[in-house]
């Protein structure tokens, strides 16, 4: 596609409730970044993929929190039993190996009640 | 490992005047630097950044932002800023060996342009 893609872009769940955030990178792009964007932390890297690698899960807050990336391309970011401090907005970014800067999404704003 | 501040969280400027948005990096090893925007209920967009060379770089928009090695910064300017330029703008760090090229961000600054 022409951009980052998400869905959905607005989530609302009840707290305990499991949700998963996907994300359709460029064609063509084999990195690909998941970000947390949230008052107070500003922007925070939670996990990267680069082709077939195993994925950097560094930045993953807790074990609540996990991401796949299927056939090098759509990424799925999960979190299971939702938490009100998981509220954020969570960016997915990628872009093609050798260039210097993402493409973001317009993100996914998770509401946890 | 590397961090990013903004020194300004808000810069409230007139239509036409000119702005600058100030950031400053520490890192103990060599960096590339960029910085993004977002507009208002968008996904952040690339701007210009400061791979290697010449260490004034420019946007298609009027923006440039200079690095500056000895005192650690890249401070983004517009001469003339526009009703259009009203956003945030994040200043992001990386170090150059990381083949994973994961972006540390700054708190980012949020500039209104007032009439």
């Known amino acids: 596609g022409a951009g980052v893609s998400q869905s959905p872009s607005n989530k609302v769940t009840e707290k305990g409730k499991d949700v998963e955030l996907r994300c359709d990178p460029i064609?063509?792009?084999?990195?690909l970044y998941w970000y947390r964007q949230s008052l107070g932390q500003g922007l925070e890297f939670l996990i990267y993929f680069q082709g077939n690698s195993a994925p950097d899960k560094s930045g993953l807050p807790s074990d609540r929190f996990s991401a796949e990336r299927t056939g090098g391309s759509v990424s799925t970011l999960t979190i299971q039993r939702t938490q009100q401090e998981d509220s954020a907005v969570y960016l997915c970014?990628?872009?093609?190996?050798?260039?210097?800067?993402?493409?973001f999404g317009s993100g996914t704003r998770l509401t946890v009640v | 490992a590397q961090s990013v501040t903004q020194l300004d969280s808000q810069v409230p400027v007139f239509e036409e005047a000119p702005v600058e948005l100030r950031c400053n990096y520490s890192?103990?090893?060599?960096?590339?630097l960029f910085w993004y925007v977002q507009y208002p209920n968008q996904g952040l967009q690339l701007l210009l950044k400061?791979?290697?060379?010449?260490?004034l770089v420019e946007s298609i928009n009027g923006f440039e932002a200079e690095f500056n090695k000895s005192q650690t910064s890249f401070h983004l300017r517009k001469p003339s800023v526009h009703i259009s330029d009203t956003a945030e703008y994040f200043c992001?760090?990386?170090?150059?060996?990381?083949?994973?090229?994961?972006?540390?961000f700054g708190q980012g600054t949020r500039l209104t342009i007032n009439p």
């Open positions: 064609s063509g792009h084999t990195a």
């Open positions: 890192s103990s090893v060599s960096v590339y």
């Open positions: 970014a990628s872009r093609p190996t050798g260039f210097y800067g993402y493409t």
């Open positions: 992001a760090v990386s170090g150059t060996y990381q083949g994973a090229q994961k972006l540390v």
């Open positions: 400061y791979l290697s060379g010449s260490t």
